[in-house]
C-alpha cells in the first residue's frame, strides 16, 4: 500500500488480522497505525530541541550566576555547531552503513541524553570545561537523531504525507523549543526560593530540563520495537536495496541535492544565532524584560510549529515545494529588515520569520528524499 514503510503487504499465516482493523491499527501498512508511530517519530525530536535553547533562555543568569563572558557564552552554541559540520555526515554514514536506523537512533538518543547532563553537572560545578564538553556530546547525538528522524519519516511516509509528516516532526520540535522559552525562567525562580546557592539553582533548573530527552529516549526504544514489527511482518528486509552504502557515494550525489544543501545552510545562517542571541537582541533594542524577550523569541519556534504541518498538507496537495521554499527566503528578509533597521511592533518580523520557517522546513526536506536513493538517505540527510 502506497505511504506505509513503502513494501508490498506479506502476512503470514500465524499473523492474520482481522479485517475490521487491517488498515488502521494493527498492521504497519495500516493509516491507523503509521500515525501511531508518527506520535513517536514526533517526541524523538522534542527532548534535544527543548535543551538545545536552555542557554538562549536563561542566557541572563547563565552569565551573571557563572560570571562568563558573552564570547565564552557563545562558545556553548559553537561547540555544538563547528564539530556536526562533519559528525553529521558520519552519523547519517553510520545509520546507513554499521548501525541501522532503530540501534542508531537509540545511541544517538542516548548520547544526547549523556550530554545534557553533563552540561547541567558542569553546571552545578561552575567548571565552563565541563559544560563544553556536555555541549560537544549534545550536539553529537542531537543532530544526528535529527538524521534519523527523517529516515523514518521517509521510511514509513514516502509517496504519501511526506511533507505534512517532516511538518509535524517540525512542529512537535520547535513546541519543544517555544516550551523551553516559556518555562525555563519560571522553573529558575522557582528552584531559587528555596535554594540558596545561585550557581546551583542553574544546575538544578538544567537537570529539570533534561527529564524530555528521558522522555524522547522512550519514544525512541518503543519506535524501535514498532519498526521491527513493521519489517518482520511486511517483510522488508527481502526487498530492500541490497547496494551497499560507501562514505564515497556522496561525490556521485546529484546538483539539485547540493543545491538543496546550499539553501538549508544559508537559510540556517538568518534564523538559529538570531535565536541565539535573541534575548539580548530584544532586551537591548526593545526594552524588554528577560520575560518578554524570551516569549518575543520563542514566537518563532510556536508560529513554525503551529504552521509546518499546515504548509506541509498544502505542499502535499499543490506539490509546489520549490515555490514554497521561495516564499519563505523573501520573508525570511523581509523580517530581518523590519526587526534591524526599524521600529515596528517586533512581533510582525517574529511572526513573518515564523512562518517563513515554517514553510521552508516544510518544503525543503522531503526534497531529498525525492532525489536520493533509500538507501542513502542516512548520509544525504547527514551532509
Same mark, same amino acid.
Given at each position: 500500500m502506497e505511504g506505509g514503510p513503502n513494501i508490498q503487504v506479506s502476512v503470514r499465516d500465524d499473523e492474520t488480522i482481522c479485517d475490521k482493523c487491517y488498515f488502521t491499527c494493527c498492521h504497519p501498512n495500516g493509516k491507523g497505525h503509521r500515525f501511531i508511530a508518527l506520535v513517536f517519530m514526533c517526541f524523538l525530536g522534542f &527532548?534535544?530541541?527543548?535543551?538545545?535553547?536552555?542557554?538562549?533562555?536563561?542566557? &541572563? !543568569?547563565?552569565?551573571?550566576?557563572?560570571n562568563i563572558t558573552e564570547k565564552e557564552y557563545t562558545a556553548l552554541y559553537s561547540v555544538y555547531s563547528w564539530p556536526n559540520v562533519i559528525m553529521c555526515f558520519i552519523g547519517g554514514f553510520l545509520l546507513d552503513r554499521i548501525f541501522? /536506523? %532503530?540501534? &542508531?537512533?537509540? /545511541?544517538f538518543m542516548g548520547l544526547t541524553f549523556l550530554g545534557q547532563i553533563m552540561f547541567a553537572f558542569g553546571t552545578l560545578w561552575k567548571q565552563l570545561w565541563f559544560m563544553l564538553i556536555g555541549r560537544f556530546?549534545?550536539?553529537i547525538g542531537a543532530e544526528s537523531l535529527a538524521v534519523a528522524q527523517n529516515n523514518y519519516a521517509v521510511l514509513?511516509?514516502?509517496?504519501?504525507?511526506?511533507?505534512?509528516?517532516?511538518g509535524l516532526q517540525l512542529s512537535f520540535a520547535r513546541v519543544g523549543s517555544t516550551v523551553n522559552f516559556w518555562v525555563m525562567e519560571p522553573i529558575y525562580k522557582w528552584i531559587n526560593q528555596g535554594v540558596s546557592d545561585i550557581v546551583h539553582v542553574l544546575g538544578y533548573a538544567l537537570f529539570i530540563a533534561s527529564a524530555t530527552c528521558l522522555l524522547s529516549m522512550l519514544c525512541s526504544l518503543i519506535l524501535g520495537v514498532m519498526d521491527k514489527r513493521a519489517e518482520r511482518l511486511t517483510r522488508r528486509a527481502e526487498v530492500q536495496n541490497s547496494e551497499i552504502v560507501k562514505i564515497t557515494d556522496v561525490k556521485d550525489f546529484k546538483l539539485t541535492f547540493w543545491l538543496v544543501t546550499l539553501v538549508c545552510v544559508t537559510y540556517y545562517v538568518a534564523i538559529f544565532p538570531f535565536i541565539t542571541v535573541g534575548q539580548e537582541f530584544f532586551k537591548d533594542r526593545f526594552n524588554m524584560n528577560d520575560?518578554?524577550?524570551? %516569549?518575543?523569541?520563542? #514566537?518563532?519556534?510556536? $508560529?513554525?510549529?503551529?504552521g509546518s504541518p499546515l504548509t506541509g498538507l498544502l505542499i502535499d496537495k499543490t506539490g509546489l515545494n520549490v515555490f514554497w521554499i521561495l516564499v519563505s527566503v523573501v520573508l525570511?528578509? $523581509?523580517? !530581518?529588515? #523590519?526587526?534591524?533597521?526599524?521600529?515596528?511592533?517586533?512581533?510582525? &518580523?517574529?511572526?513573518?520569520?515564523?512562518?517563513?520557517?515554517?514553510?521552508?522546513?516544510?518544503? #525543503?526536506?522531503? #526534497?531529498?528524499?525525492?532525489? /536520493?536513493?533509500?538507501?542513502?538517505?542516512?548520509?544525504?540527510y547527514g551532509v
Amino acid at each position: 500500500m502506497e505511504g506505509g514503510p513503502n513494501i508490498q503487504v506479506s502476512v503470514r499465516d500465524d499473523e492474520t488480522i482481522c479485517d475490521k482493523c487491517y488498515f488502521t491499527c494493527c498492521h504497519p501498512n495500516g493509516k491507523g497505525h503509521r500515525f501511531i508511530a508518527l506520535v513517536f517519530m514526533c517526541f524523538l525530536g522534542f &527532548g534535544s530541541y527543548f535543551c538545545y535553547d536552555n542557554p538562549s533562555a536563561l542566557q &541572563g !543568569h547563565v552569565k551573571s550566576d557563572l560570571n562568563i563572558t558573552e564570547k565564552e557564552y557563545t562558545a556553548l552554541y559553537s561547540v555544538y555547531s563547528w564539530p556536526n559540520v562533519i559528525m553529521c555526515f558520519i552519523g547519517g554514514f553510520l545509520l546507513d552503513r554499521i548501525f541501522g /536506523i %532503530r540501534a &542508531g537512533t537509540n /545511541i544517538f538518543m542516548g548520547l544526547t541524553f549523556l550530554g545534557q547532563i553533563m552540561f547541567a553537572f558542569g553546571t552545578l560545578w561552575k567548571q565552563l570545561w565541563f559544560m563544553l564538553i556536555g555541549r560537544f556530546v549534545f550536539g553529537i547525538g542531537a543532530e544526528s537523531l535529527a538524521v534519523a528522524q527523517n529516515n523514518y519519516a521517509v521510511l514509513w511516509f514516502k509517496g504519501k504525507e511526506l511533507n505534512m509528516v517532516f511538518g509535524l516532526q517540525l512542529s512537535f520540535a520547535r513546541v519543544g523549543s517555544t516550551v523551553n522559552f516559556w518555562v525555563m525562567e519560571p522553573i529558575y525562580k522557582w528552584i531559587n526560593q528555596g535554594v540558596s546557592d545561585i550557581v546551583h539553582v542553574l544546575g538544578y533548573a538544567l537537570f529539570i530540563a533534561s527529564a524530555t530527552c528521558l522522555l524522547s529516549m522512550l519514544c525512541s526504544l518503543i519506535l524501535g520495537v514498532m519498526d521491527k514489527r513493521a519489517e518482520r511482518l511486511t517483510r522488508r528486509a527481502e526487498v530492500q536495496n541490497s547496494e551497499i552504502v560507501k562514505i564515497t557515494d556522496v561525490k556521485d550525489f546529484k546538483l539539485t541535492f547540493w543545491l538543496v544543501t546550499l539553501v538549508c545552510v544559508t537559510y540556517y545562517v538568518a534564523i538559529f544565532p538570531f535565536i541565539t542571541v535573541g534575548q539580548e537582541f530584544f532586551k537591548d533594542r526593545f526594552n524588554m524584560n528577560d520575560e518578554n524577550a524570551d %516569549r518575543i523569541s520563542s #514566537l518563532i519556534y510556536l $508560529i513554525s510549529g503551529v504552521g509546518s504541518p499546515l504548509t506541509g498538507l498544502l505542499i502535499d496537495k499543490t506539490g509546489l515545494n520549490v515555490f514554497w521554499i521561495l516564499v519563505s527566503v523573501v520573508l525570511t528578509v $523581509i523580517s !530581518h529588515v #523590519l526587526l534591524g533597521f526599524t521600529y515596528v511592533n517586533p512581533f510582525v &518580523g517574529v511572526s513573518l520569520l515564523g512562518i517563513a520557517y515554517s514553510g521552508l522546513a516544510s518544503g #525543503l526536506w522531503p #526534497l531529498v528524499a525525492l532525489i /536520493i536513493p533509500e538507501y542513502q538517505l542516512g548520509t544525504a540527510y547527514g551532509v
